[in-house]
């Protein structure tokens, strides 16, 4: 029996099935469920860090617990992994190798490089699981929706049991919330998921939720009072509202976000206002924001000292502020990664957001009529955006979330890819006299069309 028969008759079958049939399918060709949901615990601890706010919770060490899992779940995936390793995670393996490197050779305290470099190598383990497993869109989107989800409850227990320094909202967690420009930039690049999530959903209560969390994690984006978040803000907006406004036709969200907009400034935007306003004019209300930005003006440029004196390994990872003459580290992430690692690792750290957009654009070719894909790539194009621009002002480029995103459009796009070649093997099929055309790579799994 040739293949190009039984192709045909499975997929004529594969469209007579019900509904039910069909998710049993998909099931069934989607392998690696323990370390799949490794990952999504992971990344709930992570994202929501319960430690910190849930009562009894700081006493379990969840982070030690989901570390292990992942570990197990990693090494179960090995072979997926090597079969599915896309660019992108070859850049990171050599960013952690630069990293390495440079802590080897750092004039300053080779032990803190060290510690600080091996708690980055985390983010390769999440970036390889999420390569491995997530082979569906409805995993995808389910990774999504727990990165959103805790986020925006990361965002409400802020505002309720964090309090204001200065005017600005300090935050009582820990980790990557510790700091309220991390706290911004972390919620900012969430907030198009949450988006994203809200048009995907047909249930009003998912709707309203979503709606109230965006409201929610706007608010708290405002009360942080970060010029670098508000700019990363006003890009991932800009994009959001371009992608799905625009393109996408939705020319109400360009009302109401003008509206929100107004509204934030009004009952949340006061220290904002005068952050921005202290950025380059002294006043007797502004002088802590002008001083703020005049030491972070002295602090790239120190870094950018730190870099031409240590061009090739930096002065390793964590190493900056020691040198920096304030104690404080650079606000911008490409001279914290040039500095520190050296000019390798910024190319490196540059490349891999870079596969994030190449990967986006083309996801966007390959989803024409696939309303979902098509969300989910624009609001990682917007979350994406939001994060390259926010993370010339802060120092975010240790942070798992850029990496998490990278890994979100390499596993959509590779998703999108399998469907094309799918469906273009089901077209061939159908047509009569084309069975010389069709090709079939061995190595690859045989997927319906419909299961994607």
């Known amino acids: 029996m040739s293949f190009v028969n039984s192709f045909a008759d499975d997929s004529v079958n594969a469209m007579a099935m019900d509904s039910t049939s069909v998710r049993k399918r998909v099931v069934r060709q989607t392998p690696l469920f323990g370390a799949y949901a490794a990952l999504l615990l992971f990344m709930c601890i992570y994202c929501a860090r319960p430690e910190d706010w849930i009562p009894g919770m700081s006493h379990v060490p969840l982070a030690k617990i989901a570390a292990i899992l ?29 990293l390495f490197a440079a802590s080897v050779m750092s004039p300053v305290w080779r032990g803190g490089a060290l510690q600080n470099t091996l708690n980055f190598t985390k983010v390769l383990m999440v970036v390889l699981m999420i390569t491995a497993t997530v082979s569906t869109l409805q995993r995808l989107r389910l990774l999504i929706f727990t990165q959103a989800i805790s986020v925006s409850a990361i965002a409400v227990v802020a505002i309720w049991k964090g309090r204001l320094i200065v005017g600005r909202l300090e935050g009582i967690l820990g980790g990557q919330y510790g700091d309220p420009n991390d706290l911004a930039l972390a919620i900012i690049i969430s907030l198009p998921l949450c988006l994203a999530l809200l048009f995907l959903s047909r249930n009003s209560f998912w709707k309203i939720l979503w709606s109230v969390s965006i409201l929610v994690m706007l608010y708290a984006v405002f009360l942080t009072g970060s010029r670098g978040g508000f700019l990363a803000l006003v890009v991932a907006a800009g994009v959001s509202l371009w992608e799905f406004a625009i393109r996408g036709r939705r020319r109400y969200l360009l009302a109401f976000a003008a509206l929100t907009g107004l509204v934030l400034l009004v009952s949340a935007g006061g220290t904002l206002v005068g952050r921005l306003k202290g950025t380059f004019n002294v006043t007797e209300d502004t002088a802590a924001a002008y001083d703020s930005a005049r030491s972070r003006r002295q ?154």
Request: aromatic share 10%; proline share 5%; with cysteine.
């Open 70 to 98: 992942a570990l197990l779940a990693l090494a179960v995936s090995l072979q997926h992994v090597r079969d599915r390793m896309p660019r992108e995670v070859h850049f990171l393996i050599l960013l952690i190798a630069q």
């Open 299 to 452: 602090l790239l440029l120190r870094s950018i000292e730190v870099t031409m004196e240590h061009p090739l390994f930096g002065v390793g990872p964590g190493n900056f502020n020691q040198l920096s003459g304030q104690w404080h580290t650079t606000h911008n992430s490409l001279t914290l990664m040039s500095s520190e690692g050296g000019v390798p690792a910024l190319i490196l750290y540059v490349l891999i957001l870079w596969c994030g957009f190449k990967n986006l654009r083309a996801t966007k070719r390959l989803a024409r009529g696939r309303t979902e894909s098509r969300l989910l790539a624009r609001a990682l194009l917007a979350s994406l955006a939001g994060y390259a621009v926010g993370s010339l002002f802060l120092s975010d480029a240790y942070q798992f979330f850029p990496y998490i995103l990278a890994g979100y459009t390499t596993a959509l796009f590779s998703i999108e890819r399998k469907f094309a070649v799918q469906s273009r093997k089901f077209e061939l099929a159908q047509q009569p006299g084309e069975e010389k055309k069709l090709y079939v790579d061995p190595a690859e799994p045989e997927i319906s069309p419909l299961t994607s």
